[in-house]
């Protein structure tokens, strides 16, 4: 499938993916929708940003119109299980422009504020929910929403979902459906644990694997620069100064890190919003959209915005603090160069950070590239013995040998122009027969 205009997807979604920009299907896209129009079930594994969102929403919104019914009271028809509130509200966006020119309002369920309002719309029965395992459960236990009459279920971000401990939620989820369901299951990376809980859960799924690659041949350009912690402030400054209208994304290791910073930055006389945990839900949402929508082009986030948040041509990512872990690592810099855009990752390492350096450098088996064409390069730093285990930076070959625990799903450079043409690497059809 080179063009959507070639797939059998109702004439109303070619006209708001039309207007949404989209003018061919990405490589998910073109491998995941015909298998899905045909009823199958899916396990598909594809980096973020890569459109995995309108690969299991419009075949999904396909069905649910073609073959309409009205659903009975307390039921919602298709179920999407999303595991945090951010991604369920980006869910949420994305589907309701999808659904621009039906008769069909995707409905949303997630923590973090009262339950009234949600089971009062849960009532009359919905086409499509979006829901967080937690408040879902909560609800079935209320009985303000019932599950049998769910015939299409997706299970988004399965790998995040695991990594937050809603395992068992979505196993109690999935007991209530009627046996004959389709069930979805995405995720960036298909760690042991996703593969069990997928079997388990699904019916003869096909698989569809995305080409993986190294994150490092992407269309990220790295940049390493070495800092001492006092200076760390002054050098984001001249950072920010090079391109100040760039869209930027800057992660802090803690909460309180992050607030120091926007108070600087604040006191600085630059606009930022920041982004973490301890806000209130409706300031998080806030904050992101003043994000989104460029009212603000600079967010501090902790890693709470590491995974999944998708906001449009973020041109740069800033590391002001390493996090501790190469997952976290590869999760934030994919917040840049999305969609076949390219993007710079910004990061600073302090001496207290050389270990975490040392770290990322080993599971990746790559060496970050320093620049010294900064003002407050330290070139202690460089040679610091950050880590008890090596002492030094580890050189390519002798980390090669390193067991990588990081799923290397960024696109490469050639994938990312690719975007739109490539095919899956495996398309590898367990049940061929139509359900
Ligand atoms: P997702 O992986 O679903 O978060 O999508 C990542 C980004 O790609 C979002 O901004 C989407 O709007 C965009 N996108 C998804 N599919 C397409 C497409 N076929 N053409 C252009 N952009 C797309």
């Known amino acids: 499938m080179t063009t959507f205009d070639a797939s059998p997807l109702a004439p109303s979604l070619l006209q708001a993916i039309q207007e949404m920009g989209y003018q061919k299907p990405t490589a998910i896209q073109t491998a995941a929708i015909h298998p899905i129009l045909q009823g199958h079930d899916l396990i598909a594994t594809a980096p973020t940003g890569t459109g995995k969102t309108a690969a299991f929403s419009l075949p999904l919104l396909h069905q649910l119109i073609t073959d309409w019914q009205r659903p009975r009271e307390l039921r919602t028809r298709a179920l999407i299980l999303s595991p945090t509130r951010e991604l369920a509200l980006q869910l949420h966006q994305t589907i309701e422009q999808l659904t621009a020119h039906i008769d069909l309002t995707p409905c949303l369920i997630h923590g973090g504020v009262p339950s009234a309002e949600q089971i009062r719309t849960l009532r009359p029965g919905t086409d499509l929910l979006i829901a967080t395992p937690g408040r879902l459960i909560d609800l079935l ?33 999935f007991e209530p459906l009627p046996t004959k369901r389709q069930a979805l299951f995405f995720s960036a990376t298909m760690p042991p644990e996703a593969q069990k809980l997928a079997q388990d859960i699904l019916q003869k799924p096909i698989t569809l694997q995305l080409e993986t690659d190294d994150p490092f041949t992407t269309s990220i350009h790295h940049t390493l620069y070495y800092v001492e912690k006092n200076n760390k402030f002054a050098l984001l400054e001249w950072v920010l100064n090079q391109h100040p209208q760039e869209r930027t994304l800057i992660f802090c290791r803690t909460r309180r890190g992050a607030d120091r910073l926007t108070d600087r930055m604040d006191r ?124 030094h930076r580890p050189d390519k070959k002798k980390s090669n040998t390193s067991k990588s625990t990081i799923p290397r799903w960024q696109l490469s450079s050639k994938q990312t122009q690719q975007l739109h043409a490539q095919k899956p690497k495996t398309a590898k059809r367990t049940n061929p027969k139509k359900k």
């Open 141 to 173: 236990h209320q009985k303000a929403i019932k599950l049998d009459e769910t015939h299409h279920i997706v299970v988004d971000e399965a790998d995040r979902m695991l990594d937050l401990g809603f395992a068992p939620d979505i196993r109690t989820l």
């Open 268 to 391: 600085a006389g630059l606009s930022v919003a920041v982004l973490h945990g301890e806000k209130s839900q409706h300031l998080r949402e806030e904050r992101l959209e003043q994000f989104r929508n460029a009212e603000v082009p600079i967010l501090i986030s902790t890693d709470l915005a590491a995974r999944g948040i998708h906001v449009d041509h973020i041109s740069r990512v800033i590391n002001f603090d390493l996090p501790s872990e190469a997952e976290t690592f590869v999760h934030r810099i994919g917040r840049t160069a999305r969609a076949g855009a390219t993007g710079q990752a910004i990061h600073f390492c302090d001496p207290t950070e050389k270990k975490y350096l040392i770290d990322i450098e080993q599971s990746l088996s790559t060496e970050l590239p320093i620049s010294t064409e900064q003002p407050y390069h330290s070139e202690q730093i460089k040679h610091f013995k950050g880590s008890a285990q090596t002492g």
